[in-house]
């Protein structure tokens, strides 16, 4: 099984809501990343979480709040966000070992707007 | 630090006609290379990966790419496209100079495939 799965599929939210987007996957990766993505541009790294730990931070406000509870999920807490946050959020995973970079797999996606 | 440029953000090409979208890579150190898909509100999905072992890289849906270190290139290619290959294209690079766990993406291609 090589499916990274991402709920809500789409969100709608005020500037004021706290919301939660979701991640699961069952490949038995500890590596797995946050992104976002505008249209018509490549993804950008968000928050990588090694081994349930957070391990980079690619400077994101703390209107992102990440929170890894075990080796299959994640989360990305949402609070008072702006309008310019709406993108598509991709989540991935990988291996992890050290010195060698591994392919990522990743999720379908949540399409998140914010009015 | 380690970079990728793809030469064309728009490719079109006829059903059945031969599909070449162009990567080239910066690195001082070995890269470790993927190539992904991404169809229109979806994730992306792994198409190929080049990681030192062999330089002619066979990945799925009949694509391939080949590493060339002296033109610090990794193009893909098809022999012959098909209409559901329409979608954009990322490159990406990762290795030690931009962290083992960092993908860093191209611009992205857009394929276009005409009857």
């Known amino acids: 099984d090589t499916e990274v799965t991402q709920t809500p599929k789409h969100l709608v939210m005020g500037m004021t809501n706290k919301k939660s987007l979701k991640c699961e996957q069952h490949?038995?990766?500890?590596?797995m990343y946050w992104y976002k993505q505008k249209a018509k541009k490549p993804p950008e790294l968000m928050f990588v979480y090694s081994y349930e730990k957070l391990s980079i931070n690619e400077s994101v406000p703390s209107r992102f709040s990440p929170e890894c509870p075990n080796s299959s999920l994640l989360n990305l807490h949402l609070h008072a966000l702006q309008p310019e946050d709406s993108a598509l959020y991709l989540c991935a995973s990988s291996l992890f070992q050290g010195r060698n970079s591994y392919e990522q797999y990743f999720g379908p996606g949540t399409r998140l707007t914010v009015t | 630090a380690q970079s990728v440029t793809q030469l064309g953000s728009h490719v079109s090409v006829s059903e059945g006609a031969l599909v070449l979208l162009r990567c080239n890579y910066s690195?001082?150190?070995?890269?470790?290379l993927f190539w992904y898909v991404q169809y229109p509100n979806q994730g992306l999905q792994l198409l190929l990966k080049y990681t030192s072992a062999a330089t002619l890289v066979k990945g799925i849906n009949g694509f391939e790419a080949e590493f060339k270190k002296s033109e610090t290139s990794f193009h893909l290619t098809k022999p012959s496209a098909h209409m559901s290959d329409a979608a954009e294209y990322f490159c990406?690079?990762?290795?030690?100079?931009?962290?083992?766990?960092?993908?860093?993406f191209g611009t992205g291609t857009r394929l276009l495939v005409s009857p």
């Open positions: 990406a690079v990762s290795g030690k100079d931009t962290g083992f766990q960092k993908l860093v």
């Open positions: 690195s001082s150190v070995p890269p470790y």
């Open positions: 490949m038995g990766h500890r590596a």
